[in-house]
């Protein structure tokens, strides 16, 4: 696919999916979400890739959906509407369930379907000068529909509730206490900090493992207690016989460091 709205980029082990729309504040619409789709089923099935990095050129992250997007979609029926917001909801899921881990890099807005993008994302830098974080939609009369499912998994139903109603937009800082961000750097240390991160993750941690764990975290999430461990005491015994797990052990009996391709 030719991209218009975004970037795609690999070095060293990292795939950079960059939203390019700067002089649009990286607005989403329906072909940035096709794109995004097409960009990271890509990264996916690359075995070169370790970790995907979500990154946005200019001054903010994204500030939402597009205005003539929206303007769009308000004349859509029922089915069109559906099937719009099915791509949507099949993005988040694939970035969701990616079994690479996605790092989301913010600086400045990231709004409604924007936050939506970085929620989403396994980890989250954000810029602390700049970083602001807001499911907005309630202000337009809108939902944030789709990404609830993910927001109360990330930082409960109690601060879902409050993010969302109210409709307000939070600090970096804010948005670490309650769990929406994992680290706040200054501005100008955002690319490198998430590079460092990646980089990290790809030379310290299984490819396998890290697959597996996100497994777990995306499927026992809806199971009754006793299905959960069930799930997760079978995909136990089956990590521990792949060739991840045995190279580990082996390192570890005899004191070897182990550096992950």
Not at 61 to 90: I, R
Request: proline share 2%; charged share 25%; aromatic share 6%.
């Amino acid at each position: 696919m030719e991209y218009t709205r975004i970037k795609y980029s690999v070095s060293q082990r990292i795939c950079f999916i960059t939203l390019s729309r700067p002089e649009k504040h990286n607005a989403i619409d329906d072909i940035m979400v096709a794109e995004l789709s097409a960009a990271f089923q890509t990264a996916q099935r690359d075995s070169e890739i370790k970790v995907i990095i979500l990154n946005a050129e200019g001054d903010s992250f994204s500030s939402g959906a597009d205005l003539a997007y929206l303007q769009k979609v308000s004349k859509y029926d029922f089915d069109q509407n559906q099937k719009d917001s099915s791509n949507l909801m099949k993005l988040f899921l694939q970035i969701y369930t990616q079994r690479k881990p996605v790092l989301a890099l913010v600086q400045g807005n990231a709004l409604a379907g924007g936050c939506g993008l970085a929620t989403v994302c396994d980890l989250v830098v954000a810029a602390k000068e700049t970083a602001r974080f807001g499911y907005t939609e309630a202000r337009i009369g809108f939902i944030p529909a789709i990404v609830m499912v993910f927001l109360i998994r990330r930082v409960g139903e109690a601060r879902a509730r409050e993010l969302t109603l109210r409709g307000n937009t939070i600090g970096a800082d804010e948005a670490m206490q309650i769990g929406l961000v994992n680290l706040v750097v200054p501005a100008v240390a955002l690319e490198e900090t998430g590079i460092k991160l990646a980089n990290e993750l790809s030379t310290h941690c299984s490819g396998s493992s890290m697959g597996l764990v996100k497994e777990l975290i995306s499927r026992i999430g809806g199971m009754s207690m006793n299905d959960a461990l069930d799930y997760a005491a079978n995909l136990n015994a089956l990590t521990r016989m792949t060739d991840d797990c045995k190279k580990g052990i082996e390192s570890f009996l005899k004191k070897e460091p182990i550096k992950w391709q």
